[in-house]
């Protein structure tokens, strides 16, 4: 089993930043890939960003493109999502994913162990 836990959520105004950090525990042997999702209100889960572990490679949704940026410290086990030039559409709880295989996947049921989700609000 892995555990995951988020932090860094909270209420910025447009245009602000956000970093989010992911703490993997656990069999962490098993968490090849990290993802970030987001759920906002009446709407389904959606892909954020992800990044292989090992490799680092990344993907992106691309209404974030040029604006978050996912990346990994080896060092201290975590996963990050700097969040900049936040919009409140961006508004959502965020949350963190791992999956076993190797390889970034945008669809949920890709990933094995899910956070608990931390709130980011952006106000107008």
């Known amino acids: 089993q892995v555990q995951l836990v988020e932090s860094g959520g909270g209420l910025v105004p447009s245009g602000g930043s956000l970093r989010l950090s992911c703490v993997p525990s656990?069999?962490?042997?098993?968490?090849?890939?990290m993802g970030w999702f987001r759920q906002a209100p009446g709407k389904e889960r959606e892909f954020v960003a992800g990044?292989?572990?090992?490799?680092?490679?990344?993907a992106y949704l691309d209404s974030v493109k040029g604006r978050f940026t996912i990346s990994r410290d080896n060092t201290k086990g975590t996963v990050y999502l700097q969040m900049d030039s936040l919009t409140p559409e961006d508004t959502a709880v965020y949350y963190c994913?791992?999956?076993?295989?190797?390889?970034?996947?945008?669809?949920?049921?890709?990933?094995?162990?899910w956070g608990q989700g931390t709130q980011v609000t952006v106000s107008s």
């Open positions: 656990g069999r962490t042997s098993t968490k090849n890939t």
């Open positions: 990044i292989t572990w090992s490799a680092g490679n990344t």
């Open positions: 994913a791992a999956r076993r295989q190797v390889g970034v996947r945008s669809l949920p049921r890709e990933y094995d162990y």
